[in-house]
């Protein structure tokens, strides 16, 4: 698989600090320093991916295995769509880990399983704003008991058309791939979909799994992120990042 050369200082993963406390949001707190920019480069990587899939008003945003910093990836690439002036939505559709509420600090855990669960509960109760103008969130709601049949529903695929058609971008942050089936049951109903791929943490053999479940749902793949967690050892200056289009071979 290929990647981009790597650089410095992304993000942290998926950690009990990031549960606990939320995911960074550099991007919207120092939005001059390097590592924010790392994030419109990434951002405008995934445009020009995007290019060939058409317009891309849906992105699910997920990884291989837990602790690959999809959530901090996510949260801050939301935060660069919005800066660009893109009515944007970040959807915490991690029923079982979420973090959104907690990193965009949003008290009322009114989201999307409420709204799944009950027929008569409106969209309007689970958007919630942000202190950027152009960034709403939807956080999770109560952790239910059957997260993948609440996303395999048909409100949820009614709930994702009309998300379209009020924002220009709809990110979704979900599990990871090779722990639950709740990524793919969304796949088919997404315009994009973008993997986090760990230098750190993600094995050769869950790279191929995840690769070859794509590759049989026929997925709308516009690139793979490398988030290199070594690089932290190494110079204690964060993560360090590619771009990979395509599925590639996993080599």
Same mark, same amino acid.
């Given at each position: 698989m290929a990647f981009f050369k790597k650089n410095k200082a992304l993000g942290d993963g998926l950690s009990a600090e990031t549960m606990t406390k939320?995911?960074?949001?550099?991007?919207?707190?120092?939005?001059?320093?390097?590592?924010?920019?790392?994030?419109?480069?990434?951002?405008?990587?995934?445009?020009?991916?995007?290019? =060939?899939?058409?317009?891309?008003?849906? !992105? @699910? +945003?997920?990884?291989? *295995?837990?602790?690959?910093?999809k959530s901090t990836i996510t949260?801050?690439?939301?935060?660069?769509? =919005?800066?660009?002036?893109?009515?944007? !939505? @970040? +959807?915490?559709?991690? *029923?079982?880990?979420?973090t959104v509420a907690i990193t965009f600090d949003v008290t009322d855990n009114h989201g999307l399983t409420n709204y799944l669960a009950d027929a008569h509960s409106e969209l309007g109760s689970i958007i919630h704003h942000t202190r950027m103008d152009t960034l709403d969130v939807i956080t999770s709601g109560p952790v239910p008991p059957n997260p993948a049949e609440l996303l395999a529903s048909a409100r949820m695929t009614t709930l994702i058309t009309q998300l379209r058609d009020h924002y220009d971008l709809v990110i979704f942050d979900v599990p990871p791939f090779l722990m639950v089936t709740d990524a793919q049951v969304l796949m088919s109903r997404m315009d994009g979909v973008a993997i986090v791929v760990s230098?750190?943490?993600?094995?050769?053999?869950?790279?191929?799994?995840?690769?070859?479940?794509l590759k049989i749902a026929e997925a709308p793949v516009v690139g793979f992120i490398y988030n290199d967690q070594d690089q932290k050892k190494k110079a204690g200056?964060?993560?360090?990042?590619?771009?990979?289009?395509?599925?590639?071979?996993?080599k």
């Open positions: 939320g995911a960074r949001l550099i991007a919207a707190a120092e939005p001059k320093n390097p590592v924010s920019e790392q994030f419109r480069t990434l951002r405008t990587n995934i445009d020009f991916a995007s290019v =060939a899939k058409g317009n891309v008003k849906t !992105l @699910l +945003v997920s990884s291989a *295995l837990p602790s690959e910093g949260a801050n690439l939301a935060v660069v769509y =919005a800066q660009q002036g893109k009515r944007v !939505l @970040l +959807v915490d559709a991690d *029923l079982r880990r979420p230098g750190g943490r993600t094995t050769k053999g869950a790279l191929q799994r995840t690769s070859e479940i200056s964060g993560y360090g990042y590619g771009y990979g289009y395509g599925y590639g071979d996993a």
